[in-house]
């Protein structure tokens, strides 16, 4: 069994900021795989399923960001789970915009949610890096993680989402070569074989530049005279 945690703050206010992406990710999966109804537990909305053929529940903890792990500690205690039964999906400053990195372990680099799962349940769990970008200046950055994605970016957002949906199953068979690569199929999709195939197919442009003269100096003297 694999307890997968959506970080993120309850309410329909917090509903579209950067700072839920983690919840976005997991209501993705939910919706896409057939999960159970969202039920409150564990000071959070849990809900079961399958991926890949393992089971899977998915915690959004409603604790408010900065007591994360007060509610993930109780759902592992209750599950007799370990930190390396649990995935944690988590917007994460230092990757661009769209961009995903798989992680185990290592420092929480500040985020509030997961100084909190540090405090409550260690730092070897693993980590769904959702990258939202940089606001630029450290002074910015609480305002930026609470505001909303913009409408400019609801695209690749989209795309991000369902590159995760879609390789959630490898995902939960340990695959994360699988996952990532399900994921850049959706936010960054190869350019289609006929493309290529024209690119290559296209004539060479002429070209602008002049030949060399192969002539020796001598030779270019005596043909002024000719």
Excluded at 181 to 198: D, E, I, L, M
Aim: glycine share 14%.
């Amino acid at each position: 069994m694999q307890l997968w945690v959506g970080l993120g703050n309850p309410g329909a206010k917090y509903a579209g900021n950067r700072h839920n992406i983690g919840w976005m990710a997991v209501d993705r999966i939910a919706g896409d795989h057939g999960f159970a109804p969202w039920r409150g537990k564990f000071q959070g909305s849990l809900c079961e399923g399958s991926l890949g053929g393992e089971k899977v529940l998915l915690l959004k903890p409603e604790t408010f960001m900065n007591l994360s792990g007060q509610s993930v500690g109780e759902a592992m205690r209750f599950y007799k789970l370990t930190p390396a039964d649990v995935t944690v999906f988590h917007d994460e400053l230092d990757l661009a915009p769209g961009k995903l990195r798989v992680k185990t372990g290592g420092g929480h680099a500040g985020h509030n949610g997961l100084r909190s799962m540090h405090q409550h349940i260690g730092e070897a769990y693993h980590r769904v890096r959702l990258g939202i970008g940089h606001p630029g200046h450290k002074d910015r950055v609480a305002g930026y993680v609470l505001s909303d994605f913009a409408k400019a970016e609801q695209d690749w957002l989209d795309d991000l989402m369902r590159g995760i949906s879609d390789g959630a199953p490898a995902l939960a068979k340990g695959d994360t070569g699988r996952f990532m690569n399900a994921v850049a199929q959706r936010t960054a999709p190869p350019r289609s074989s006929t493309g290529a195939a024209k690119e290559a197919a296209k004539p060479a442009a002429p070209s602008t530049e002049p030949e060399a003269d192969a002539r020796s100096p001598l030779q270019r003297l005596m043909d002024k005279f000719k």
